[in-house]
C-alpha cells in the first residue's frame, strides 16, 4: 500500500496527539504495549518450549541415540553381525553396542536404585554427551579391569560419593545355594562424575567398562542392545526400515520416538495449547487498536469532510486510517521483539533474581528434567508470530477506515 505525500503527511498528523485528543492517544499507547507483551509473551514461550524440546531431545539422543536394537529379556547374542549390518543400512552414522541394567548401588551406609550402563572405552570417550561434561575425576581412567566406574553427579550427592570413593552394586544375578539365589556384590571405585543436566540420568546413571558390565552382570559375550545413530532423526523408521528383517527372532527396533513418546507428544501439545493461549493478548490488543481508530474517526469527522471537499477520496481515507492502524501494531511488534529478545538473554538471570525474592525453586530439574532454563528461537515460528501479529492489526483497521471513507461531507458541514 503505497501512499502519496499528502496522504503520509495527514497519516502522520493523526499518529500524533492533537489538542484535546490526549485520551485517544493514551488507548493507542495501550493498545501499542498490549501488542508489544503480546509478542514478547509469545516469543519468549515459544523459544523456550522449542529449546526445552531441543535440549531434551540432544541429551536424550546423545545418551540413547536415535534408536536402539534390544535383544529378548535384555540379552542380545550375536551382536556383531547385527551392528555390522546395521552400519551398512544407509543413513546410519554408528552402530555401538551397549549394556544397560537396573541395579542397586550401596555407599556409606546409602542405597539407591541405578542404572548401569556398560560402554566399550572408545565409545564412552567418543561421548560429546558424557566426556563433554565430566565434574570431577578423569574419564579415562575408566577402563577394563580397573573396577573403576563414572557416577552422575546427583548420583554421587545422593551416595555421599567421590572420586575415589568405594561404592558396592549390587545384582540379583548371583551363585545360587542350596538356600537360593545370593546376590552378587561387587565394589568399585569411583573414577569420575559427570553431569549431563537431565535430572533423571545425572541422579541413576553409573558406568563402567563394556567388559566389567559383562563380568558384573555375567553375560559372557552377550549385550542388551546396540545404540544406533542416523543422518536424519526425522526419517529414523524409514531409515532403519531394511534393519528389521536382520533382527526379528534376535529382538526389536525400538527409535526415539517410541521410546520417548508421552514425553514428546505432551511437548508438541503444550506448545500449540500456549500458542493459541497466548495468542488471545496479541487478539485483545488489536481490539483495542480498534478501539482507539474509532474514537480518532469520530473525533476527526470535520476534518475528514473538508479534506473530501478538497478533493480527498474514499481510497485516499481508507489508506490513512489503515496506516494509522498498522503503524501501531508494527511499532507494537518491534517493541515485542525487542523486549522479548532481552528477557531471553537474561532468562536465567531473571529466573535466579524471581527464586532469591520469592524463596521458592522456580526450575526444578527433579520435575522439569533440565537443569537451566532452554531457549531456543526457531525462525518459522518467530515469523509467522509477526505476520500473525500484523494480520491482526491490519484487519482491526478496516471497519474504522471503511467509516472514515464513508463520511458524508455534506451531512458533516452542512450545520458549519
Not at 560429546?128 to 546427583?154: F, M
Not at 558406568?207 to 544406533?228: C, F, H, R, S, W
Not at 500458542?275 to 476527526?300: C, D, T
Amino acid at each position: 500500500m503505497i501512499l502519496n505525500r499528502y496522504e503520509r503527511m495527514v497519516a502522520r498528523r493523526y499518529l500524533l496527539p492533537g489538542k484535546g485528543e490526549g485520551f485517544i492517544f493514551l488507548v493507542a499507547s495501550i493498545s501499542l504495549i498490549a501488542v508489544a507483551l503480546g509478542v514478547a509473551a509469545l516469543i519468549i514461550v515459544m523459544s523456550v518450549m522449542s529449546g526445552f524440546r531441543a535440549e531434551l531431545f540432544d541429551k536424550i539422543v546423545g545418551l540413547n541415540g536415535h534408536a536402539v536394537v534390544q535383544g529378548y529379556e535384555g540379552r542380545l547374542s550375536g551382536w556383531e553381525s547385527i551392528a555390522d549390518a546395521a552400519r551398512k543400512v544407509p543413513g546410519v552414522t554408528s552402530a555401538l553396542p551397549l549394556i544397560d541394567q537396573p541395579l542397586m548401588a550401596s555407599a556409606n551406609g546409602r542405597v539407591e536404585g541405578v542404572e548401569v550402563r556398560g560402554m566399550r572405552v572408545q565409545d564412552l570417550l567418543a561421548n560429546k554427551t558424557i566426556a563433554g561434561n565430566v565434574q570431577a575425576g578423569d574419564l579415562k581412567s575408566i577402563v577394563p579391569g580397573t573396577s573403576r566406574i563414572a557416577l552422575g553427579s546427583r548420583l554421587a550427592d545422593q551416595l555421599g560419593a567421590y572420586p575415589g570413593s568405594q561404592i558396592s552394586l549390587i545384582s540379583p544375578e548371583g551363585r545360587s545355594t542350596v538356600v537360593g539365589t545370593v546376590p552378587r556384590i561387587v565394589t568399585y571405585t569411583v573414577g569420575a562424575v559427570f553431569e549431563v543436566g537431565i535430572y533423571d540420568y545425572d541422579k541413576s546413571m553409573v558406568i563402567m567398562p563394556m567388559k566389567d558390565a559383562q563380568d558384573l552382570l555375567m553375560m559372557g559375550n552377550e549385550v542388551g542392545n546396540i545404540e544406533i545413530q542416523t543422518s536424519d532423526p526425522d526419517r529414523v523408521q524409514e531409515i532403519l526400515a531394511p534393519l528389521q528383517p536382520v533382527v526379528r527372532g534376535r529382538g526389536v527396533v525400538i527409535d526415539w520416538r517410541q521410546m520417548n513418546s508421552a514425553l514428546f507428544q505432551a511437548l508438541e501439545v503444550e506448545r500449540v495449547a500456549m500458542f493459541v493461549v497466548l495468542s488471545l493478548i496479541v487478539l485483545v490488543a488489536v481490539f483495542n487498536i480498534l478501539s482507539s481508530l474509532i474514537m480518532l474517526v469520530r473525533a476527526k469527522t470535520r476534518d475528514i469532510a473538508i479534506l473530501r471537499t478538497m478533493g480527498a477520496s474514499r481510497r485516499s481515507m481508507m489508506k490513512v486510517f489503515v496506516t494509522v492502524g498498522v503503524t501501531i501494531g508494527s511499532l507494537g511488534i518491534v517493541l515485542g521483539i525487542i523486549l522479548g529478545a532481552i528477557f531471553l538473554y537474561f532468562r536465567q538471570d531473571v529466573v535466579d533474581a524471581i527464586q532469591a525474592i520469592t524463596g521458592q525453586n522456580l526450575w526444578d530439574p527433579s520435575v522439569r528434567f533440565l537443569t537451566d532454563l532452554p531457549s531456543n528461537s526457531d525462525p518459522v515460528e518467530m515469523a509467522a508470530i509477526i505476520i500473525i501479529a500484523l494480520v491482526l492489526s491490519f484487519l482491526a483497521t478496516l471497519y474504522p477506515a471503511y467509516k472514515a471513507a464513508s463520511t458524508d461531507p455534506v451531512q458533516v458541514l452542512r450545520y458549519e
